[in-house]
Nanobody, 118 residues
Framework: QVQLVESGGGLVQAGGSLRLSCAVSGRTFSNYAMGWFRQAPGKEREFVAAERWSGGSTLYADSVKGRFTISRDNAENTVYLQMNSLKPEDTAVYYC???????????WGQGTQVTVSS
C-alpha cells in the first residue's frame, strides 16, 4: 500500500507563490509516476500536472503552463508542485496521485487547500 500526504497549502494573494509537497511512503517511490490534480468548489476534479513516467518528461494543463512546475526528490520520497503567479481561479483543493504499471492513478492523497485572494 502507498500513502500520500500533501502539505504546503494556504492562503495567498494573487500574484504570489506556494510550493506544495507530497510525501510518499509504503513502496519504492522511484517506481511511481506522480501527478497533481485539483478540485474547486462545485467543479469536477481536473488535471494540473504530471510526469509521463517516473522522473520523466512532464505535462501541464494549459491553465497552469508556464506558472506551475512539478518536480520530485527521490531521496526525500517527495513530489512538489511549485506554483507561481497564482490567480484566484487557482483556488481549489489540490491532490497528489501516484500510478505504477497503469495509465490510471492507483493512489491519492487527502488533499490540501489552496486559496488565492484577489
Amino acid at each position: 500500500q502507498v500513502q500520500l500526504v500533501e502539505s504546503g497549502g494556504g492562503l495567498v494573494q494573487a500574484g504570489g507563490s506556494l510550493r506544495l509537497s507530497c510525501a510518499v511512503s509504503g513502496r519504492t517511490f522511484s517506481n511511481y509516476a506522480m501527478g497533481w490534480f485539483r478540485q474547486a468548489p462545485g467543479k469536477e476534479r481536473e488535471f494540473v500536472a504530471a510526469e509521463r513516467w517516473s522522473g520523466g518528461s512532464t505535462l501541464y494543463a494549459d491553465s497552469v503552463k508556464g506558472r506551475f512546475t512539478i518536480s520530485r526528490d527521490n531521496a526525500e520520497n517527495t513530489v512538489y508542485l511549485q506554483m507561481n503567479s497564482l490567480k484566484p481561479e487557482d483556488t481549489a483543493v489540490y491532490y497528489c496521485a501516484a500510478r505504477y504499471g497503469s495509465t490510471s492513478y492507483n493512489y491519492w492523497g487527502q488533499g490540501t487547500q489552496v486559496t488565492v485572494s484577489s
